[in-house]
């Protein structure tokens, strides 16, 4: 299932609302550590491995989209 994410620094929070997720990072955005806290972030919310989330769009934007596999991977 595809959702809209944007990414807020330097908080430390997770929003869902239909199919957009707002989620805060504390990680800098510098090789790829604040992307890693979001996909860890959404796993845990929605009891997914990390594996199951990817980001398709928006690697280096505050705006992504991803992908969240529910099912076997």
Avoid: C
Avoid at 12 to 20: S, W
Avoid at 35 to 63: H, L
């Amino acid at each position: 299932m595809k959702y809209q994410v944007s990414v807020k620094l330097h908080k430390n929070f997770i929003e869902v609302k239909g199919g957009a997720i707002t989620v805060g990072v504390m990680a800098p955005p510098e090789k790829g550590k604040a992307n890693e806290e979001v996909i860890r972030k959404i796993a845990e919310y929605f009891g997914v491995p990390r594996s199951g989330v990817k980001i398709i769009s928006g690697r280096a934007s505050r705006k992504k989209i991803v992908d969240i596999f529910f099912g076997k991977i």
